[in-house]
């Protein structure tokens, strides 16, 4: 089996509740994402997706993903799609770094890797280790009482895990997750997320006013190094994001910034080969991982949905399921969650079926020559 060529599309994911808002200022009701498809010479097509967040959220941006896949794909044609070390070898032999881009091509891989195998990607990546499993949803920045009727809204739709939006004024950040807290039932997990937002001086702040209460802080300032400052000052657990791209910073999130978490983004980590290897160690480390991506649909949701399912579950904090959170679906609104939980397809590959034909024309095409 060829990549006989691979096709880049471009459409907008609308926020489903309105404005996204994160830490200083960073706020959104839509974002790019990129889809892209390989079609190989027998047949067989792969769908993948990559949707930066922006150009502020990591140094990604999503005009530069799709400029890196123009870079990459030329040198892909003709290879072996399910031969994702080889694939790998290629992309990183193109350019240095760009993970958005390599993304979305290793999760089409994948998608053509099991649809070849008959088998869906989850059992590839070792086995459904659990049927369903617990989804997050953000909450975006706002003030307290807008932040407790999202909290209280989504509440009634079934979830149970929030990610509150914090990293401006530490004192009305600790506002802001006390009131979430008190509104939420005792069983929920609540992550006080800066986002890296956070100096040194307001996150030691931040951690201090908030201390006491039952839930985690991720990544209060944007370098590690910050990060295990602040932890040394705080007796909340630590989940760490954004600063852990590879397996050098994993352990640096443990051993230097004290993180009992980490979340792993399909992008950042250049796709479910990168996340399943993150996974990995981290399961070996002792600690619990958020499985993820930095924005999306359902491509991506399907993906995320995948290595979820195959990750151990005391090793899963939870999961997010981004097709909850936009409007638009290209594949039916697939997978789909229900009452807080998520579930991978079973079909081969990712399990899902793209509608073309509901997207506007490629953005451009890389035929093999």
């Given at each position: 089996m060829k990549i006989a060529a691979v096709e880049v599309y471009g459409y907008e994911l609308t926020y489903a509740h309105g404005e996204y808002v994160m830490s200083q200022g960073r706020a959104a009701q839509s974002q790019a994402s990129t889809l892209v498809r390989i079609l190989t010479d027998d047949g067989?097509?792969?769908?993948?997706?990559?949707?930066?967040?922006?150009?502020?959220?990591?140094?990604?941006?999503?005009?530069?993903?799709?400029?890196?896949?123009?870079?990459?794909?030329?040198?892909?044609?003709?290879?072996?799609?399910?031969?994702?070390?080889?694939?790998?070898?290629?992309?990183?032999a193109q350019l240095l770094g760009q993970n958005s881009s390599k993304s979305a091509i290793d999760i089409a891989c994948w998608d053509i890797?099991?649809?070849?195998?008959?088998?869906?990607?989850?059992?590839?990546?070792?086995?459904?280790?659990?049927?369903?499993?617990?989804?997050?949803?953000?909450?975006p920045l706002a003030s307290p009482e807008e932040m407790v009727?999202?909290?209280?809204?989504?509440?009634?739709?079934?979830?149970?895990?929030?990610?509150?939006?914090?990293?401006?004024?530490p004192y009305d950040d600790?506002?802001?997750?006390?009131?979430?807290?008190?509104?939420?039932?005792?069983?929920?997990?609540?992550?006080?997320?800066?986002?890296?937002?956070?100096?040194?001086?307001?996150?030691?702040?931040?951690?201090?006013e908030m201390a006491g209460l039952d839930i985690y802080v991720e990544q209060p300032c944007r370098d590690t190094a910050d990060c295990a400052l602040v932890q040394k000052m705080?007796?909340?657990?630590?989940?760490?994001?954004?600063?852990?791209?590879?397996?050098?910073?994993?352990?640096?999130?443990?051993?230097?910034a004290g993180a009992g978490s980490i979340n792993i983004k399909l992008a950042r980590v250049g796709g479910i080969t990168?996340?399943?290897?993150?996974?990995?160690?981290?399961?070996?480390?002792?600690?619990?991982?958020?499985?993820?991506?930095?924005?999306?649909?359902?491509?991506?949701?399907?993906?995320?949905?995948?290595?979820?399912?195959s990750t151990r579950p005391d090793a899963l904090l939870h999961a997010s399921f981004f097709n909850d959170w936009t409007k638009e679906h290209v594949a039916g609104h697939a997978p789909r969650s229900e009452r807080g939980r998520g579930k991978a397809p079973t079909a081969p590959g990712l399990g899902i079926k793209v509608d073309a034909c509901a997207l506007d024309k490629p953005l451009f095409t890389v035929n093999k020559q």
């Open positions: 067989l097509e792969g769908w993948g997706e990559s949707s930066t967040l922006g150009g502020t959220y990591l140094p990604a941006f999503a005009e530069g993903t799709r400029e890196g896949i123009r870079v990459i794909a030329p040198s892909l044609t003709g290879l072996d799609p399910t031969n994702l070390s080889s694939i790998h070898r290629v992309m990183d890797l099991g649809q070849a195998a008959k088998l869906p990607v989850a059992t590839l990546l070792g086995g459904v280790t659990q049927p369903d499993f617990p989804l997050y949803e953000a909450v009727e999202f909290v209280r809204k989504r509440g009634a739709a079934g979830i149970n895990r929030f990610q509150v939006k914090v990293g401006n004024d600790a506002k802001r997750t006390r009131s979430v807290v008190a509104a939420c039932p005792d069983d929920a997990v609540i992550v006080a997320d800066s986002n890296g937002g956070w100096n040194l001086q307001a996150a030691i702040i931040a951690v201090r705080s007796s909340l657990p630590l989940v760490m994001d954004e600063s852990v791209v590879n397996s050098a910073e994993l352990y640096r999130a443990k051993y230097e990168g996340a399943a290897r993150m996974r990995a160690l981290a399961q070996d480390l002792g600690m619990t991982v958020c499985i993820e991506d930095v924005w999306g649909g359902d491509v991506t949701t399907a993906a995320v949905s995948h290595v979820a399912a």
